[in-house]
């Protein structure tokens, strides 16, 4: 099995991606985002490129969530921090988001066999997920305005070091990374014990915590703390237990 | 003192690199062979981009050296390997060196103020010269046709770990370094025990063992083993002892 890192969504190959399972990774705070509200009880997120986007695809009933310089849209019921998406708020709704970087990576990943959410906080189960598809693998890291983010480097190689461990746990074939993913997982193993001090020191967590999100960032940093792995379904970002790929996969 | 490493050729642009200092890393295997070559007497390297630049270039006694696809150009004098680069071939003589991302790297960098070559081999010599300059520092890794290559970045993170280290033991500015930076100085402080079986298991190592080259891939896996620090002077790579900054700075 093959499992490649990409650096940004702009290092993203289309071709590259097709016939791959593809995992998103937007830390701060997309993905960790997506994870989040689907933990809460949201029905979908549907994620989409711009603000009129969002407009056009509201229903009734629909809540709309995005952020642009790291802030809250205005007219939209939510910006990007995973905490407002509460259960309270959520439960059952449909969520129309739009975020700079991560829904953008998400658009991306569209035409790849298989599109799953990846953040810090459901690495493990995501993991374990991509793996069970029995396909390549690419972690497509959303970064910054095309750069490499720290955050989603770290993220990008603990979900290296899960697949490696859960491969090896099965006696499944060997695992291979591109160069990048040797690298990021490096990183991470050195890091692991300081995940949190890490992710409040990289770029986006400075700017972040400047901009009064700090608890954001903390939240964010939370290693395998969920199960909930949000795959791309029709458009929609649906927890894989509810998808049509988990009522036809062997698991 | 800002730090950024930049990951390929193709990622750096050209008005990010003025006013700095870069040091230009291609560790398997063009900067290891550049300072190979000046430490055993060569006069200096002049890195071209194409063939025909290369044999345009060359006068009476000038030597011609480099790569396609990892092998020796027909008609050249050596190809890539910092191995054949002795003293007793090399003394006092020109050598013209051209190779597939090594020397696209230094041509990028030619408007930067100051450009060095770095690999692991001259690390801590290279990282001190940088930082007696006083200017901020671009690590442009040459990376393998426009992608990340291991050794680069391993090359990268440490070159950043001994830039930190060695402006802390002076009491000066604290150093700042870009995401990349912070994830590949990790990398590198994980792996630091194990850098020559690392690199044999890069994409471009396991490639030149392949080739017949695993003794290259070894020599250049050593670290800290030489002062020798090349610098762009006039178009040709001199040792920095030699050059007119090294007789203007105060060091």
């Known amino acids: 099995m093959q499992v490649d890192v ?4 702009n290092e993203a190959r289309t071709d590259e991606l097709l016939h791959k399972t593809v995992i998103v990774i937007d830390v701060l705070r997309a993905t960790s985002t997506v994870v989040s509200a689907l933990d809460n009880g949201g029905a979908c997120i549907i994620p989409v490129e711009t603000v009129s986007q969002a407009k056009q695809c509201q229903s009734l009933g ?5 952020e642009r310089y790291c802030k809250k849209i205005a007219g939209f019921h939510f910006g990007n921090s995973p ?3 509460t259960e309270q ?11 700079t970087n991560g829904t953008r990576a998400v658009q991306k990943a569209q035409r790849a ?3 799953l959410a990846g953040c810090l906080r459901n690495a493990a189960s995501c993991a374990e997920t991509a793996v069970s598809f029995g396909k390549d693998i690419a972690v497509l890291c959303s970064g910054t305005r095309d750069e490499f983010s720290l955050e989603d480097g770290l993220c990008a190689g603990l979900l290296v070091e ?10 499944r ?5 591109n160069d990048l993913g040797m ?6 193993l050195h890091q692991q014990d300081d995940i949190t001090s890490t992710l409040l020191e990289s770029s986006n967590g400075k700017r972040l915590a400047r901009l009064g999100y700090r608890e954001d960032v903390v939240y964010c940093s939370e290693v395998d703390v969920t199960t909930m792995v949000p795959i791309l379904d029709q458009g929609m970002l649906v927890p894989f237990s509810c998808s049509a790929q988990a009522r036809t996969l062997p698991r």
Request: glycine content about 6%; overall charge positive; cysteine-free.
């Open 113 to 115: 066999a298989i599109v």
């Open 83 to 85: 905490l407002e998406y």
């Open 173 to 177: 074939a060997r695992v291979s990374t």
């Open 162 to 171: 899960r697949i490696v461990q859960f491969v090896g746990n099965q006696s």
């Open 62 to 66: 629909d809540l709309l969530g995005g």
């Open 89 to 99: 708020h959520v439960k059952d709704r449909r969520i129309i988001l739009t975020t």
């Open 6 to 9: 990409i650096s940004s969504v």
């Open 183 to 188: 690298a990021l997982r490096f990183a991470y």
